[in-house]
T-cell receptor
Framework: KNEVEQSPQNLTAQEGEFITINCSYSVGISALHWLQQHPGGGIVSLFMLSSGKKKHGRLIATINIQEKHSSLHITASHPRDSAVYICAVSLGSGGGADGLTFGKGTHLIIQP | DAGVTQSPTHLIKTRGQQVTLRCSPKSGHDTVSWYQQALGQGPQFIFQYYEEEERQRGNFPDRFSGHQFPNYSSELNVNALLLGDSALYLC????????????FGPGTRLTVL
């Protein structure tokens, strides 16, 4: 059974700080997703990774397949970045059935 | 190009009732997955539909059932509702074979009284 662990569970930081959220998983995966969820529920997909590093604006996501670990970084954080960030992994090859397994999320608050 | 849409956005039911939630996948997507997210928890996988068949199922009782239509839209049905079924129900779609492109709908908030 695959477990997805995120840390920290809660994070409060000041505007402008560099933020790191970590995700570890226990079995081999085909893809890892970083998702953002604001109050009210809607989930937005930030990154989908199978290897290496991706950057979008102030967000950077990295994955180390050998160490079964991924990180989400936010540079120059802003209060509008306040949200729950969720790591989710996919086990399948894509051709077979493969529902995502989610971490419990990291609740991030950026204070002005 | 519309993304994943879900209806209704909010729903209130009483214990023992039945509910049907609906999902329309992103254009071009043929695989639909359903997730339940209890308050303060990460989403839990309910089941996945492809080619109008349930292809994989998470650890949910038979009270949870689904359907996929020829146009790839999907329904989630929950019978004999319990208070513990109160949650946000999320639908996600993708194209079979593309694990890197799963798109989420806004969710349906179900409250069971």
């Amino acid at each position: 059974k695959n477990e997805v662990e995120q840390s920290p569970q809660n994070l409060t930081a000041q505007e402008g700080e560099f933020i790191t959220i970590n995700c570890s998983y226990s079995v081999g995966i085909s893809a890892l997703h970083w998702l953002q969820q604001h109050p009210g529920g809607g989930i937005v997909s930030l990154f989908m990774l199978s290897s290496g590093k991706k950057k979008h604006g102030r967000l950077i996501a990295t994955i180390n397949i050998q160490e079964k670990h991924s990180s989400l970084h936010i540079t120059a954080s802003h209060p509008r970045d306040s949200a729950v960030y969720i790591c989710a992994v996919s086990l399948g090859s894509g051709g077979g059935a493969d529902g995502l397994t989610f971490g419990k999320g990291t609740h991030l608050i950026i204070q002005p | 190009d519309a993304g994943v849409t879900q209806s209704p956005t909010h729903l209130i039911k009483t214990r023992g009732q039945q509910v049907t939630l609906r999902c329309s996948p992103k254009s071009g997507h043929d695989t639909v997955s359903w997730y339940q997210q209890a308050l303060g928890q990460g989403p839990q996988f309910i089941f996945q539909y492809y080619e109008e068949e349930e292809r994989q199922r998470g650890n949910f009782p038979d009270r949870f059932s689904g359907h996929q239509f020829p146009n790839y839209s999907s329904e989630l049905n929950v019978n004999a509702l319990l208070l513990g079924d109160s949650a946000l129900y999320l639908c996600a779609s993708r194209l079979a074979g593309d694990v890197l492109a799963e798109y989420f709908g806004p969710g349906t908030r179900l409250t069971v009284l």
